[in-house]
């Protein structure tokens, strides 16, 4: 078990002295091999400062987190560096507003610095730079410029590749593919897939993109309300009932089986994951 | 009628990439246009040509009969309102009547016809509940809403929404999606840049970017089913579409099936 959450609550403190809770009573466990997980849920409902917790970058107000081994509660110490900065190498979070971890003249610095500062060689680190941006769907050109001049696109590739460089063996993503063209998008996905299946990591991707959970998800976390109310498989998860509670909608594919069902008259034999699967369906439907 | 026409627009920021090239374009009153196209295809970049944000290295931009250019440029932003992708970037009041009260204040609108105007235009977008409310007490959609608020009650009636949807929830998408709509329905002229092949349906008319050109112009219908045009400009065919090219290149007929896929495809 790499990452355990024990009925973890984070409370923020407002202007009125009100209390919030971002997140309530949060009980998960995530591995760190072979997982692939979307999380999903409104906006508000806590998604972010859910995996904030998974690499000790906040810590519960109330219950523990455990993340490989240490644990973090409301006494775990925010200067203890020596024993929470290698969780940090180990659990990699690409935030959803790149500007906010792009910070260096150049992209190669900015992909380098995380690699250095855990202990890896300059000479190394460029070596791997070069690599990652081209993994991200960059070219090497990119690694002089400065990653201020770059658009928003451009951005998230680079603060991607900078996490990929230090080889976590949990990649977590807040909204990486939003604003990317179609092509983009699923360019970075089958990065991801292929992270994620060829080097057994595990990938957590935090989307509003139903299309995503439905296509590559092994496991689904739905948030609402500050709380955890479904870890589960996707195809138990597009129910009416579920989308309506939790304001989710229905991936396309999905969709367009109903569509065919109702006015066909006919009902698949399983849920579809591709084109050929609906031409299947149709050929039988003759 | 047009109300916003662009010629022979060029546009670099350095000597050696054009970002735009010579693009030509015409948008009526009224009318709700989608502009697509891969990143960095120029799209952003030319609605900030549009708004004045930036200047082009040739050619005209001509809004409402008014030439574009230092001289007018603040006169031409009263009359087009823009709605960004981030919604905390624009969000620049306290609460949400401040932030309602913020453009027409800059305009210096009296006291009193802002009042009644805030109140006019936060129920017009579903909002008047909230006016006292705080920017971190809202969603995404919600702020986007007050975005819209601040631009109508400037008596703006042309609004460019820059991937305004692109980080909203299904039902923060859902609920301004459905407000350009009645937008549309009022006679405000709608440009809109996504990549939501979806939400490029509800337009009238589809023109796309590639690489700073214009290399498509049409109505929605028609580009939508340019599967040669999408796919090299990194788009994707609505879902339906995709299956009737399958059915046709794998020469299954059922002209039943198409029939009801062409329907689902293309009706908004």
């Not at chain 1, 466990?29 to 400062?49: H, M, P, V, W």
């Not at chain 1, 190498?89 to 260096?104: A, H, M, S, T």
């Not at chain 1, 590749?161 to 807040?174: E, H, K, Q, T, Y």
Request: no cysteine; charged share 25%; net charge negative.
């Amino acid at each position: 078990m790499a990452i355990k959450f024990n009925q973890v609550t984070y409370r923020y403190e407002s202007a009125n002295n009100d209390f919030y809770d971002a997140i309530s009573d949060i009980s998960l466990s995530i591995e760190d091999k072979g997982e692939f997980i979307t999380l999903i849920g409104e906006t508000g409902s806590g998604k972010s400062t859910l995996v904030q917790h998974m690499n000790a970058l906040i810590h519960p107000s109330e219950g523990e987190v455990l993340i490989y081994g240490i644990k973090v509660n409301k006494n775990t110490k925010k200067d203890k560096k020596e024993k929470l900065n290698p969780l940090r190498q180990k659990v990699g979070l690409v935030f959803q507003f790149p500007e906010y971890q792009l910070f260096e003249e150049t992209v190669e610095r900015d992909i380098i610095f995380g690699p250095k500062n855990f202990g890896m060689s300059e000479v190394q680190a460029k070596a791997i730079a070069k690599e990652v941006i081209v993994q991200v769907g960059l070219d090497e050109s990119y690694l002089l410029r400065s990653p201020f001049n770059l658009s928003g696109g451009e951005k998230k590739r680079v603060s991607i590749a900078g996490i990929l460089a230090m080889n976590p063996d949990i990649l977590v993503l807040d909204e990486p593919t939003s604003g990317l063209d179609p092509k983009g998008r699923d360019d970075l996905l089958n990065l991801f897939l292929s992270i994620h299946e060829k080097l057994n990591k595990t990938v957590i991707i935090i989307t509003h993109d139903m299309n995503i959970v439905y296509k590559y998800a092994k496991r689904v976390l739905v948030m609402n309300n500050s709380r955890l109310v479904f870890d589960g498989e996707p195809s138990v998860l597009f129910k009416k009932k579920n989308i309506e509670e939790w304001n989710l909608d229905l991936p396309d594919m999905l969709e367009l089986q109903y569509n065919l069902e109702n006015e066909l008259g006919i009902k698949f034999s399983k849920n579809p994951n591709n084109i050929e699967d609906f031409l299947t369906e149709i050929k039988g439907a003759k | 009628m047009s109300i916003i026409k662009i010629e022979d627009l060029t546009f670099s920021y350095n000597e050696d990439t054009e970002v735009l090239k010579n693009v030509n374009l015409e948008i009526n009153k009224g009318e709700w246009v989608s502009i697509l196209g891969h990143n960095g295809s120029g799209k952003s970049t030319l609605s900030k040509l549009i708004i004045g944000l930036l200047k082009a290295s040739s050619g005209k931009i001509t809004v409402d009969g008014e030439l574009l250019n230092y001289d007018t440029v603040h006169s031409i932003r009263r009359k087009i309102g823009i709605v960004f992708q981030n919604p905390d970037n624009q969000f620049v009041g306290v609460t949400v009547e401040d932030d309602i009260a913020f453009g027409m204040e800059n305009l210096g609108i009296e006291r009193n016809e802002m009042i009644s105007k805030i109140q006019e235009f936060s129920k017009k977008v579903n909002m008047i509940d909230y006016l006292n409310k705080a920017p971190h007490e809202l969603s995404g959609g919600q702020k986007q809403r007050v975005a819209i608020a601040g631009i109508l009650a400037m008596g703006t009636d042309i609004i460019i929404f820059d991937e305004a949807t692109s980080m909203l929830d299904p039902k923060g998408r859902d609920s301004v999606l459905s407000f350009i709509k009645e937008l549309k329905n009022q006679g405000i002229t709608i440009i809109t840049i996504t990549h939501e092949m979806k939400e490029a349906l509800y337009s009238d008319r589809i023109v796309i970017l590639k690489e700073g050109k214009v290399i498509a112009d049409g109505t929605a219908v028609d580009v939508l089913q340019d599967k040669k045009t999408l796919n090299s400009s990194n788009l994707e065919l609505l879902l339906p579409l995709k299956l009737i090219y399958h059915m046709q290149e794998q020469n299954i007929e059922n002209k039943e099936i198409e029939e009801i896929l062409w329907q689902l495809s293309l009706i908004k």
